[in-house]
């Protein structure tokens, strides 16, 4: 998943960044709104996690050119201000969800998580495809019952594939959704997580390579 962390408190931002990808998303940071806009301009993110009050461009004139654009991101206003007035008003800017601060981190992931879900075509929130089950809130993967170990990466990525639905995906894509823009494209790792992640989950192989195009499960 790839999220857009917008938040002009720099501490928390960075913060609220470092805990999600500890989660296994792919995270980049805006620290206004002007920034914020021009990282939409060219990336597609999952979710956006919103605060209201932001310098350079307010945080409820993103949420409505993010409208306008008729952007599929999804939406999750941050605020000071958790009144029932100040909540109708950031939901009918546009945002998806709305969370008042100070928060409970784990409330927010998921709420990330479950409009990440609402981002692409609904699948179950388990995922279950060759004899693989891979459980994306518990953060659990196994094979024909056998509890698989993945680091956060290998588990990103087999959630992608998996997502995909026997769709082949491509390593553009993959980095896209399991790394964050800071990442080299001509990298090797997307080759090198692959190759892990195949040893771990064992025979027979399910991750087929489709030379210059992509992978596919």
């Known amino acids: 998943m790839r999220v857009l962390v917008v938040e002009d408190e720099r501490v928390l931002a960075d913060a609220i960044a470092t805990g999600l990808r500890r989660e296994a998303m792919a995270v980049d940071v805006a620290y206004d709104g002007a920034a914020a806009l021009e990282k939409t301009g060219y990336i597609d993110y999952d979710v956006i996690v919103l605060d209201r009050d932001l310098p350079k461009v307010h945080g409820d004139e993103v949420a409505r050119r993010l409208v306008a654009e008729r952007s599929a991101s999804r939406i999750i206003m941050l605020?000071?201000?958790?009144?029932?007035?100040?909540?109708?008003e950031g939901l009918e800017l546009g945002a998806d969800d709305y969370l008042a601060k100070p928060f409970v981190?784990?409330?927010?992931?998921?709420r990330v998580r479950a409009l990440g879900r609402r981002s692409?075509?609904?699948?179950?929130?388990?995922?279950?495809?060759?004899?693989?089950?891979?459980?994306?809130?518990?953060?659990?993967?196994a094979r024909d019952g056998a509890e698989i170990h993945l680091t956060k990466k290998e588990f990103a990525v087999l959630e992608e594939l998996m997502r995909a639905e026997g769709a082949v995906v491509s390593q553009e894509d993959l980095l896209d959704k399991a790394w964050d823009e800071n990442i080299d494209p001509f990298t090797n790792v997307v080759r090198v997580t692959m190759m892990t992640l195949r040893k771990k989950l064992g025979d027979p192989p399910v991750i087929e390579t489709v030379p210059g195009v992509g992978y596919r499960l």
């Open 105 to 110: 981190f784990m409330e927010l992931v998921a």
């Open 120 to 141: 692409a075509p609904a699948l179950p929130p388990v995922l279950e495809r060759a004899g693989i089950r891979l459980d994306p809130g518990k953060r659990q993967v």
């Open 79 to 88: 605020t000071a201000a958790g009144d029932v007035d100040a909540k109708v």
